[in-house]
């Protein structure tokens, strides 16, 4: 916590499957209105994050986060998408309905309009940075896991992470990295971070700000930069 950087999580939208599409789907509403891709960006979950990198599946994020002020009726298209799941659901407002005989639930409440995802996002400009990312929660199923141990990935494109992920912008990030991704950081881990009850680290940001990584002569920490970016190359 003491270096100069920013840990945040990734973004709330409230109803994943509205806000989160596949590839398909974005094609279709680009298609349909070309405008869409403005705010339409890839994203990752925590099961994506690798050791020093990530692997895309191909899912993308409606950006409509409130910071942003957008005004839905520019994006035609996505608020068509969006209103096939019922505006209902869609808004954000705690309350309850019942529909056709189906109990409906609102998105928690907010000051939101309903088009916009559950957070304001107003650090959204972040995720255009390089980056260090990682799930909020890390497993080891198997003693050979610790070689994969901990999983934290690197990233300098354009890219958002959903609520089951973290990111740390900022500076050094490449002599930071590898000792994140160290064996002792898996003993530090181990010994100072909770388990969940069903199994795994619960890797929050309160417990990664405390996790001593002392600081360096500027030979050292350009040798593991320089290390850095050949397993990120390598991968």
Not at 54 to 74: G, Q, V, W
Not at 113 to 133: L, N, P
Not at 143 to 160: A, V
């Amino acid at each position: 916590g003491k270096w100069d950087i920013q840990i945040n999580y990734g973004i709330k939208t409230g109803l994943n499957e509205a806000f989160i599409i596949t590839s398909e789907k974005k094609e279709e509403l680009i298609k349909q209105d070309p405008k869409s891709a403005e705010i339409i960006r890839p994203i990752l979950r925590g099961r994506d994050i690798k050791r020093y990198g990530h692997e895309f599946a191909n899912l993308f994020l409606i950006c409509t986060f409130p910071s942003r002020k957008y005004n839905i009726d520019d994006f035609p298209a996505v608020k068509g998408h969006l209103l096939s799941y019922g505006y209902e659901r869609l808004e954000q407002s705690g309350k309850s309905y019942w529909i056709n005989g189906e109990k409906i639930l609102s998105r928690k409440k907010t000051n939101n309009k309903w088009f916009e995802t559950q957070d304001s996002i107003s650090y959204w400009d972040d995720f255009y940075k390089q980056k260090i990312i990682y799930a909020e929660t890390m497993r080891v199923h198997r003693k050979t896991d610790s070689d994969r141990f901990p999983r934290f990935g690197y990233s300098k494109e354009e890219i958002f992470l959903d609520k089951t992920c973290f990111m740390i912008t900022g500076q050094n990030l490449l002599y930071l990295l590898p000792i994140l991704n160290s064996k002792l950081m898996y003993f530090i881990i181990r010994n100072n971070i909770a388990v969940m009850d069903t199994g795994g680290f619960l890797m929050q940001k309160i417990y990664i700000e405390h996790m001593p990584i002392p600081p360096a002569k500027n030979d050292i920490r350009n040798k593991v930069q320089t290390l850095a970016c050949q397993i990120i190359h390598n991968r």
